[in-house]
T-cell receptor, first 116, second 117 residues
Framework: AQSVAQPEDQVNVAEGNPLTVKCTYS??????LFWYVQYPNRGLQFLLK??????LVKGSYGFEAEFNKSQTSFHLKKPSALVSDSALYFC??????????????FGSGTQLTVLP | EAGVAQSPRYKIIEKRQSVAFWCNPI?????LYWYQQILGQGPKLLIQ????????DSQLPKDRFSAERLKGVDSTLKIQPAKLEDSAVYLC???????????????FGEGSRLTVL
């Protein structure tokens, strides 16, 4: 079984400050990890993913995430937040050994609010 | 490249009525998913298709929900009869499944928001 935990329902940060949205995961094998963003009344948009290789992954809109195998974490970060980054963020995991199933399991989401 | 298309965007029905949602995935994407997203929660997988076959429907409430992808392209999700707890956004997603090109991410449609009164 695979699962994702996003321990914070809400994260508030001032514009220009760094932001972190936390994610921890559980899989029986090795993970593929993803971050998605959802704006109001829209579908989920892909931000970035970790498949293998460098633990620091860079994605869209200046976001990055760091894979930490020992802590089973994949926290989303951005050095300088923008008001337009305010949205709902979802972490997702897939077990590499899931074969044709290839199903993503999502966390419950974290609402990011960037204050001007 | 056109994205995942879903319709209708919004639907309001009374309990015990029926509703159907349609999804057209990105061209060439063999794998199609239906997710249910209840307000305040993350998306939960309902069913996964590979071409026109079902890969996983273990979380689909089969007494009221059904889905099909007859020609391996577009798909329909039906709820009959609807309950109050079915109020949610129904998200369709697709991905290319061929080896070497499947990098894992899913591409989502805008979703269909269902309100059951």
């Amino acid at each position: 079984a695979q699962s994702v935990a996003q321990p914070e329902d809400q994260v508030n940060v001032a514009e220009g400050n760094p932001l972190t949205v936390k994610c921890t995961y559980s899989v029986s094998g090795n993970p593929y990890l993803f971050w998605y963003v959802q704006y109001p009344n829209r579908g989920l948009q892909f931000l970035l993913k970790y498949i293998t290789g460098d633990n620091l992954v860079k994605g869209s809109y200046g976001f990055e995430a760091e894979f930490n195998k020992s802590q089973t974490s994949f926290h989303l970060k951005k050095p300088s937040a923008l008001v337009s980054d305010s949205a709902l963020y979802f972490c997702a995991v897939r077990d590499r050994s899931s074969g044709s199933a290839r199903q993503l399991t999502f966390g419950s989401g974290t609402q990011l609010t960037v204050l001007p | 490249e056109a994205g995942v298309a879903q319709s209708p965007r919004y639907k309001i029905i009374e309990k015990r009525q029926s509703v159907a949602f349609w999804c057209n995935p990105i061209s060439g994407h063999a794998t199609l998913y239906w997710y249910q997203q209840i307000l305040g929660q993350g998306p939960k997988l309902l069913i996964q298709f590979q071409n026109n076959g079902v890969v996983d429907d273990s979380q689909l409430p089969k007494d009221r929900f059904s889905a099909e992808r007859l020609k391996g392209v577009d798909s329909t999700l039906k709820i009959q009869p609807a309950k109050l707890e079915d109020s949610a956004v129904y998200l369709c997603a697709s991905t290319f499944s061929g080896s070497g090109r499947n990098t894992g991410e899913l591409f989502f449609g805008e979703g269909s928001r269902l309100t059951v009164l």
